[in-house]
């Protein structure tokens, strides 16, 4: 059980104190100057790592995700191939497509992106995606993998945050960490990411009674609930790392996540900004997992493959 709300710091250093924020764009920088070494070392091999990107539908977020994720590829020398389908189109096409791409030599990780019209099932595409292709990390085997820690994709989105966490080397072990938001693709996979990591872990959602009487505790707070300013600074424990996954259109136009920035940034030790925080680390480590993939099928890694049918 979580107990204790105290800080280590005096009130007078409280008082003074203003959050360091970390850079997700430099940290990406950094791992993908790593990667394109990497690329480089499947190229001398006669090996270039491949991702196919499937989209349907006129969707204008999703269009500029798909563009950012191909240009990260280029950036750092991954092949990207595109397809592009009507909002009508019938699901066959795409598992006919999947299924294609699962056997094709060139291409090693397989995402399609979300969300899909309402004719799709979204966990039937996501089964028909090979495990071995399966860089977003949505695919049972990996969700599975992490439960008893031995995933081989993890999640995009949680694993840049335990990349950014690692980063400013911010301990995890024995620390109390709240996750507000319990999605599959975020919240669940990052509570057992961190639940790995030897963290206490407590998950909030929406149904949480009293949300701020989790949130006070956490030495770390990672927040991915999609609603703008939910996390006040009367909700954060003097001195915690904050974590806000969030990312919030407001009428005005302006980009914000699911924390008060300004008032929190006062409190926190580390805080992550939106943007530039951990947008940049999900695209990073979807091509983190590409080239993993790519590794993989060059060393004749294929552990997975009662996992596809
Ligand atoms: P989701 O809608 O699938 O899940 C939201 C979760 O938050 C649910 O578990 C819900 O119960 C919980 N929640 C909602 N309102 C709450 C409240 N008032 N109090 C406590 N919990 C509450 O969303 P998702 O896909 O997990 O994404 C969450 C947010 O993260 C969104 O803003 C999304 O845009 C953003 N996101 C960012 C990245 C990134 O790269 N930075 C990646 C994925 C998602």
Redesign the pocket.
């Known amino acids: 059980m979580l107990c204790g709300t105290t800080s280590a710091l005096t009130p007078e250093v409280a008082d003074k104190m203003t959050a360091k924020i970390i850079d997700g764009v430099a940290v990406s920088g950094s791992i993908r100057a790593e990667l394109k070494e990497r690329v480089a070392a499947l190229l001398a091999k006669g090996m270039r790592p491949g991702l196919a990107v499937i989209v349907v539908g006129e969707n204008p977020a999703s269009a500029v995700y798909v563009r950012n994720k191909m240009r990260a590829c280029e950036q750092v020398g991954i092949s990207s191939f595109r397809y592009a389908f009507p909002a009508d189109a019938e699901p066959e096409q795409i598992l006919n497509l999947i299924a294609d791409l699962n056997i094709k030599d060139d291409v090693h990780g397989i995402l399609v992106q979300l969300p899909l019209p309402s004719q799709f099932s979204i966990p039937q595409i996501v089964r028909t995606i090979s495990a071995e292709k399966d860089v977003d990390g949505f695919h049972l085997y990996n969700m599975g993998g992490l439960v008893v820690g031995d995933t081989v994709f993890p999640p995009c ?1 949680p694993y ?1 945050v335990v990349k950014l966490l690692e980063h400013e080397s911010i301990p995890l072990e024995g620390k109390n960490v709240v996750v ?4 599959n ?3 669940k996979p990052m509570a057992l990411m961190l639940m790995q990591r030897d963290a206490t872990v407590c998950i ?5 009674r009293d ?1 701020a009487q989790f949130t006070i505790l956490a030495d770390i707070l990672v927040v ?4 703008p300013n ?1 996390i006040v600074p009367q909700m954060v424990k003097t001195g915690a790392v904050v974590i806000d ?4 259109r407001l009428p005005s136009g302006k980009l914000v996540g ?1 924390v008060d920035f300004e008032g929190v940034r006062k409190k926190a030790s580390y805080i992550t900004p939106v943007p530039g ?3 940049p ?2 695209v990073t480590m979807l091509l983190a997992n590409t080239v993993a993939s790519a590794e993989r099928k060059s060393n004749g890694i294929r552990s997975l493959d009662h996992a596809t049918s």
């Open positions: 989105t840049g507000v938001g319990a999605s693709i975020v919240g909030c959602h929406a149904k949480t949300l991915a609930a999609g609603q939910l996954v969030g990312i919030n699911d925080g951990v947008g680390m999900t």
